[in-house]
């Protein structure tokens, strides 16, 4: 376990410029619906999408890096302002490697939130490895920080809470519109 004091949490978290997501068992309950046609719906709790957009007013990029495609997602983070996608992205770490230097940032000013082996490269080579409460172990085992809440049932919102806090802007970041 990686876990960090509370002391070096807040020191690593008052630093992180940018915060990569996974989507499926983070952003989503990591469950797929499938109807007869092949059309598969994925449930999000609105209250990750506030907190991503209160991150992004709160000056914290948001990345999401995820190894399936899916339009609806697609769409859903682009309404939400997030510029940086990469969807059907098996590999994530180039993808990181990308988005971070397009950034002008170092690793440490980066954290990332996954759930399970394909997030590992991520969780390791950030300044702050976050995972969900129902993540696989491997990430459990990686993560500096574990949140509260399941992965679709707003533990992003936990995360971008803790990085905002970290930064003292909690109450920093206004009143925006629902997530």
């Known amino acids: 376990m990686n876990r960090l004091d509370t002391a070096e949490l807040q020191r690593r978290a008052a630093r992180i410029r940018c915060l990569f997501l996974d989507i499926d068992g983070v952003l989503t309950d990591c469950k797929l619906y499938l109807g007869p046609d092949g059309l598969e719906l994925k449930a999000v709790d609105v ?47 180039p993808a990181f490697e990308e988005i971070r230097t397009l950034l002008g940032l170092e690793a440490d000013q980066c954290a990332a939130m996954g759930d399970d082996l394909p997030d590992l490269p991520l969780l390791r080579r950030c300044g ?15 993560a500096h920080w574990v949140s509260t809440r399941r992965g679709g049932d707003g533990a ?24």
Request: proline share 2%; aromatic share 2%; with cysteine.
């Open 47 to 93: 209250k990750d999408g506030l907190g991503i957009k209160l991150a992004m007013k709160a000056g914290i990029e948001v990345a999401i890096i995820s190894g399936r495609p899916s339009p609806a997602m697609r769409r859903r983070f682009e309404s939400l302002g997030v510029r940086h996608l990469r969807l059907s992205t098996e590999d994530k770490l």
């Open 156 to 179: 992003v919102r936990e995360a971008c809470d803790l990085l905002m806090d970290a930064r003292g802007q909690s109450d920093a970041a206004g009143t925006v519109g629902a997530g």
């Open 128 to 142: 702050l490895a976050l995972t969900v409460a129902d993540a696989h172990r491997s990430a459990l085992s990686a």
